[in-house]
Nanobody, 131 residues
């Protein structure tokens, strides 16, 4: 089992940047693919970015491609989301999630965009972008 705690959210002006962190407790962090999702008031949760267990593959929603970057440090049990060129449309609660990879090999070195694939979720951190 893994517990996830997000941090780094806040209020930023349009065009600004934030870096979110998600710290994982428990063992074998490198056995998890990690994802970031977001949910704005009145909207459904949506995929933002994901990274494979090794960190070699990353995936992005079209809406954030070129502006956001996901990374991980398995030695620190932490996944990051660097967010640049923020717009008010990025305002949402941001959640990290962990998907257990039973056998972390090169064949399983990928990450899903589907939230139902993820086993554990953090409590979220709020990002508000003012215009």
């Amino acid at each position: 089992q893994v517990q996830l705690v997000e941090s780094g959210g806040g209020l930023v002006q349009a065009g600004g940047s934030l870096r979110l962190s998600c710290a994982a407790s428990g063992r074998s962090f490198s056995n998890y693919a990690m994802g970031w999702f977001r949910q704005a008031p009145g909207k459904e949760r949506e995929f933002v970015a994901a990274i494979s267990w090794s960190g070699s593959r990353s995936y992005y929603a079209d809406s954030v491609k070129g502006r956001f970057a996901i990374s991980r440090d398995n030695a620190k049990n932490t996944v990051y989301l660097q967010m640049n060129s923020l717009t008010p449309e990025d305002t949402a609660g941001y959640f990290c999630a962990a998907d257990l990879i039973i056998m972390p090999t090169s064949r399983s070195d990928y990450a899903s965009w589907r939230d139902i694939e993820y086993d554990y979720w953090g409590q979220g951190t709020q990002v508000t972008v003012s215009s």
